[in-house]
């Protein structure tokens, strides 16, 4: 019984064995190049299931995806005469796998040799353009005539390129760093000479409004004096028309105006009992004192007028 079941996994492994040994499968992914004893005998291009010989034959495979090749930046010299630097990718796929194993055997040679055909591609290409035009306008334009040329070159091996695309182009680090500084200094003499205009600008705004409000404060001065002119001589008037009223009973109010203000309590005063200024203290009486002028040892302005 053990014996018979050591035989049947026997027989089992070596039937898989030798169904590996004849047969091979292609997916969707890839496609095989089959060789007989190192020599070509056919491709398989198609997704199934193949049939070889065994031990003489064998199935070399290649992906049938798209792929890419991601070169180190390179440095080239445009049409005046500046350095630019350009990292670059390229997508590719293989459509010939027998000239493909033939030219480049594996992936890792299919991308040496394709990088090498893009960079003479783009070391021709760029030296036909500005530096300005390569980083602006023409970038689209040139990627498209790089693809072209280096799509026809990698046929030779195989391959067919689908485009080349700039990841960067712009100068290299090295003089990069002394444009950054000259437009640093270019654009602070810019903003100086704004600055300075700024300054100039605002200086001629204030000057122009101190001579605004030194003109409008003389003005409204001026009119302030107008008007307190104007009312003092209305004032003048209406005092003077209220005095020519009654002039007695205007005298004698001023009189005892003065007399509030010059006299205080607790004061002795010494004067002649015909002393003018104190006749209403003197003889109070109104009939005799009313129409008496004012005193001439006071002036009218020291009584409050």
């Keep these: 019984m053990g014996r018979t079941f050591t035989v049947v996994v026997a027989l089992g492994a070596l039937t898989l064995f030798l169904f590996s040994q ?69 997508r590719w796929r293989i459509i010939d796998p027998l000239k493909f194993f033939v030219s480049v055997q594996n ?66 680090e090295e003089v990069e760093e002394s444009v950054f500084d000259r437009m640093r200094a270019e654009r602070a003499r810019e903003a100086n000479r704004y600055r300075a205009e700024g300054e100039e600008q605002a200086a001629e705004i204030m000057a122009s409004a101190d001579r605004e409000r030194i003109v409008i404060v003389a003005e409204a001065e001026e009119e302030a004096a107008q008007v307190r002119g104007e009312g003092d001589a209305e004032a003048i008037a209406i005092y003077a028309d209220a005095l020519n009223q009654d002039p007695e009973f205007f005298a004698f109010r001023r009189r005892l105006e003065a007399y509030v203000k010059v006299l205080q309590e607790g004061d002795m005063i010494v004067l002649s009992p015909e002393s003018e200024f104190f006749r209403y203290l003197v003889d109070p009486s109104p009939q005799q004192q009313i129409g008496a002028p004012l005193p001439a040892l006071l002036p009218e302005s020291d009584l409050g007028g």
């Design 22 to 90: 004849v047969t091979f499968v292609v997916t969707e992914t890839n496609q095989a190049v089959i060789l007989q004893l190192g020599e070509y005998r056919y491709t398989a291009n198609e997704p199934g299931l193949y049939f070889k010989l065994p031990f003489i034959q064998e199935a070399v495979y290649f992906d049938r995806r798209l792929l890419s090749s991601d070169a180190a930046p390179q440095e080239y010299l445009t049409l005046d005469k500046k350095r630019v630097q350009v990292d670059h990718v390229t």
């Design 107 to 172: 992936e890792t040679g299919a991308r040496a040799r394709l990088d090498d055909v893009v960079f003479s591609e783009l070391r021709r290409t760029l030296a036909t353009y500005d530096f300005d035009l390569i980083i602006a306008d023409e970038r689209e334009n040139i990627m498209g005539l790089v693809t072209m040329a280096s799509r026809e070159r990698a046929l030779d091996f195989g391959i067919e390129v689908i485009d080349v695309r700039f990841k960067r182009a712009d100068l290299p």
